[in-house]
């Protein structure tokens, strides 16, 4: 089926209306992405949701859609009336599912680690094999902030280990690192959804038995040999004495979802915990990885 998207610039305050305006426009799905590419920080639990100053509000619509209708009553409902800054585009009728699929690879990080999308073989039969499908919402270890933790990880001795995962997302830290052969991994997000699919994915490898899953105010308090958190600088900051409370004297520690920009003032925040190493960086993103004191 062929579509039409439509664009509308907006800003940290119109941006809801703006997708409740293409939503009731007829609009079968509303996306919102960043004009700028500026970070926004994952909201602690509590926080409102909050948008870039510069946002796109696309709306995706059948292309037998009236469109001049809609654009004709956006702009009689608009702040700017007829300078409301918007653009349609066709989009290629494509087998969308196909061409998504067909974008995932199996990916090798360090030296013996494997993500494998389902529907393709496995190169190395014989190597550690994690079978993840891509998903929409959550890690799937394509973003360098994920690779960056899968590489620590496989670079670990992690056999008889336990393991913290701090915004476990998908689980894919959890299962790579059961894989890798911890003997149990505690998985924290605060999205009960990410829970679900950590559960699902450690159930499709086999390793559901090691997996135990909290929402944090379930979490236990506990000492583990290896945390890991991938989330993002802001709540890293907030939560680093929860974060570095899971870390025995003498545990490892790696932190990820960091700008390279914010890198150094964030190593400064847990080196008061930790000895921290020199940042790792990938394309513009940082690990920082240390031992507890």
């Not at 992690?158 to 476990?168: E, N």
């Not at 679900?196 to 135990?212: G, P, T, Y």
Request: charge should be negative.
């Amino acid at each position: 089926m062929p579509w039409i998207q439509l664009r509308l610039a907006a800003n940290e305050e119109t941006a809801e209306k703006y997708s409740d305006w293409l939503s009731a426009c007829g609009a079968q799905a509303v996306t919102f992405i960043d004009a700028k590419d500026t970070p926004i920080y994952e909201p602690l639990p509590g926080d409102e949701v909050t948008y870039w100053s510069n946002t796109v509000v696309m709306g995706l619509y059948d292309a037998s859609h009236d469109m001049e209708k809609v654009i004709t009553y956006l702009q009689s409902i608009h702040p700017d009336k007829k300078d409301m800054q918007y653009k349609l585009e066709q989009l290629e009728d494509k087998d969308w599912e196909r061409e998504w699929m067909d974008n995932f690879h199996p990916m090798k990080f360090g030296q013996r680690l494997w993500i494998c999308p389902s529907w393709r073989e496995v190169p190395e039969p014989d190597a550690v094999n994690v079978m993840l499908d891509p998903g929409l919402a959550f890690g799937t270890g394509t973003h360098p902030t994920t690779a960056l933790c899968l590489t620590w990880l496989d670079g670990l001795d992690l056999a008889g280990k336990t393991v913290v995962d701090f915004g476990c997302g998908s689980g894919i830290l959890s299962l790579a690192a059961l894989k890798l052969g911890a003997e149990r991994v505690i998985g924290i997000d605060i999205d009960p959804q990410a829970l679900q699919a950590s559960k699902a994915n450690a159930e499709r490898n086999n390793v559901a038995d090691r997996l135990f899953l909290y929402l944090p105010d379930e979490q236990p308090e506990l000492k583990a040999d290896i945390v890991v958190a991938n989330i993002l600088a802001g709540p890293l900051k907030e939560l680093s004495q929860v974060i570095t409370s899971f870390v025995k004297p003498g545990g490892l520690l790696a932190l990820s979802g960091i700008l390279e920009e914010q890198g150094e003032s964030l190593s400064q925040v847990y080196d008061q915990y930790c000895q921290m190493n020199p940042m790792t960086v990938q394309e513009e993103w940082v690990r920082l990885d240390g031992i507890r004191r």
